[in-house]
């Protein structure tokens, strides 16, 4: 015998699944759901099945749409002779958080990783290519991969297949986080930090 | 313009609902559903409608139940002189694993308190009377709320409630909790363990 009904059972089985959440937290989870209206469930479950089915890949730059090109792609204010490629979606909304960067975007949706099996077909590499043959207005293209080493050798990647094009390829710059401290940085950002210094 | 398009929004919305998720987890929630494939979307949206369609309060003891009588009620198995009373379902499933209670439940549905505005009436107090009214069988009622201070006011009411019938009103035991540490034991505890002290 089962210790919840068997509906209860497999809505804390479906739960679990999600990351961060152990085996205590779906029960309170489900607990929770089944003390509120119907409504609740109901949205949650209809929020799930629409944002499944109406999110695309944006055909130009991959990233998240519910039309054919994202309202990124679709605007005509942006600077169209930048170029800036990230690992996921995610990133492209950091980087709109700035209020700064007005150009384009590309998701190269993750990293080289040959640990995890993970090579230049499985990301948009050869959409990125496609996109600086299609057009000539390009100027620069910032790598924006995360400052790791599967981040490092991506971005090195995508300089050497871009070689061919008369455009400038640049990586974002590293070094000590704003409000961060001398004292607490790593080895590595130091050293990134003396490598990229500045004229005052 | 929003971040996210309208669906993906809109799914963040209703996860951030959820106990314990805050805005960071549920964009990280919201974006890995997307990367799975769609049946762990349709899977978790049809456990969430199923589960709270299906399961309402046993008609007896107002745990949760997918028929009129819950599991528990239905057996033929169960001592039906005993009486186990609990705050919430999910102590009744903490009761059942100690595999040691063989008699019945009745769920409360909360304890009385008057700061958060809940009365006698918002609890299945007048179902408990009527369950000692109706039979006879009953020896002894033994009342499990959690050790607060509404646990023992609600176990109190339901002491005065029970007066009339010719049944044993017990409560749980304080103490120290098995691999407890009387160092660390607060004053409370250690002094319901001396006056709950038992001969060897």
Same mark, same amino acid.
């Not at 003390?35 to 949650?44: A, D, G, I, M, N």
């Not at 996921?88 to 998701?107: K, W």
């Not at 400038?168 to 000590?176: E, Q, S």
């Given at each position: 015998? &089962? =210790?919840?009904?068997? &509906?209860?059972?497999?809505? %804390?089985?479906?739960? =679990? +699944?999600?990351?961060? %959440?152990?085996?205590?937290?779906?029960?309170?989870?489900?607990?929770?759901? $089944?003390? +509120?209206?119907? @409504?609740?469930?109901?949205?949650?479950?209809?929020?799930?099945v629409e944002a499944k089915s109406k999110i695309h890949?944006?055909? !130009?730059?991959?990233?998240?749409s519910e039309?054919?090109?994202?309202? %990124?792609?679709?605007?005509?204010?942006?600077?169209? &002779?930048?170029?800036?490629? *990230? =690992?996921?979606?995610?990133?492209?909304?950091?980087? @709109?958080?700035?209020?700064?960067?007005?150009?384009?975007?590309?998701? $190269?949706?993750? *990293?080289?990783?040959?640990?995890?099996?993970?090579?230049?077909?499985?990301?948009?590499? !050869?959409?990125?290519?496609?996109?600086?043959? #299609? #057009?000539?207005?390009?100027?620069?293209?910032?790598?924006?991969? #995360?400052?790791? *080493? @599967?981040?490092?050798?991506?971005?090195?990647?995508?300089?050497?297949?871009?070689?061919?094009?008369?455009?400038?390829?640049?990586?974002?710059?590293?070094?000590?986080?704003?409000?961060?401290?001398?004292?607490?940085?790593?080895? &590595?950002? $130091?050293?990134?930090? $003396? =490598?990229?210094?500045?004229?005052?």
């Amino acid at each position: 015998m &089962s =210790e919840y009904p068997a &509906s209860f059972e497999r809505l %804390i089985f479906e739960l =679990e +699944k999600l990351p961060g %959440i152990g085996p205590r937290s779906a029960i309170r989870l489900a607990f929770y759901i $089944l003390k +509120k209206p119907v @409504e609740f469930s109901t949205s949650l479950a209809q929020a799930l099945v629409e944002a499944k089915s109406k999110i695309h890949p944006c055909r !130009n730059c991959f990233n998240l749409s519910e039309g054919a090109l994202c309202t %990124i792609c679709q605007s005509s204010r942006r600077d169209t &002779s930048l170029l800036l490629v *990230v =690992e996921d979606p995610s990133d492209i909304v950091a980087f @709109e958080r700035t209020h700064e960067y007005q150009g384009l975007y590309h998701v $190269l949706g993750g *990293v080289l990783s040959p640990l995890e099996g993970k090579g230049p077909q499985d990301l948009t590499l !050869n959409a990125l290519v496609q996109r600086l043959q #299609n #057009n000539s207005q390009w100027k620069e293209v910032i790598v924006a991969t #995360n400052p790791t *080493v @599967e981040g490092d050798s991506t971005a090195f990647y995508i300089q050497q297949q871009l070689k061919p094009f008369p455009v400038k390829v640049t990586r974002i710059a590293r070094g000590l986080p704003s409000g961060g401290d001398v004292d607490y940085a790593d080895e &590595s950002t $130091l050293l990134k930090s $003396l =490598e990229g210094r500045q004229t005052l």
